[in-house]
């Protein structure tokens, strides 16, 4: 028996849209990260990406269970001498909702060349509006 290696094949990945709708973040985001990664698929191999193109829509009205959203601090820094900026989960969601979920799945994917690829097929929208119905996106309900 031999073990056999996955090879990169694009035409064989699916498009799979997400509505974030009433969704809590962090199991919401693990999902993702599968689906990107491709642990989902029998051929998964780990340095290969194999993984799925997702679409996350409505993505302003994801939740955060407990007092997160006004607990949670993210953390940016603007690269000069004391340039440490901070803001809460409710903040950060009212102004750039897609950097709450982006944060969440980057957290879950390696970080590495194959972690950065896998972040370009992510593709997060505020509203339940998209540019990917050409694609023919696969709803699933996570």
Do not use: C
């Not at 409505?58 to 939740?63: F, I, M």
């Amino acid at each position: 028996m031999k073990t056999v290696s996955a090879k990169f094949e694009a035409d064989e990945r699916k498009w799979i849209l997400v509505d974030a709708d009433k969704q809590v973040l962090g199991r919401m985001a693990s999902k993702i990260a599968m689906r990107l990664r491709g642990k989902h698929l029998p051929t998964f191999t780990p340095h290969v990406d194999t993984g799925d193109f997702v679409v996350v829509v409505n993505a302003e009205k994801v939740l955060l269970t407990g007092r997160k959203m006004d607990q949670k601090i993210y953390y940016r820094h603007t690269g000069y001498m004391g340039g440490l900026k901070s803001t809460t989960a409710r903040k950060l969601n009212q102004e750039f909702p897609d950097r709450l979920i982006r944060q969440a799945v980057w957290g879950m994917l390696p970080k590495n060349r194959l972690g950065r690829q896998l972040m370009k097929k992510l593709k997060i929208y505020r509203g339940a509006e998209h540019p990917h119905e050409a694609q023919e996106p696969e709803k699933i309900i996570l």
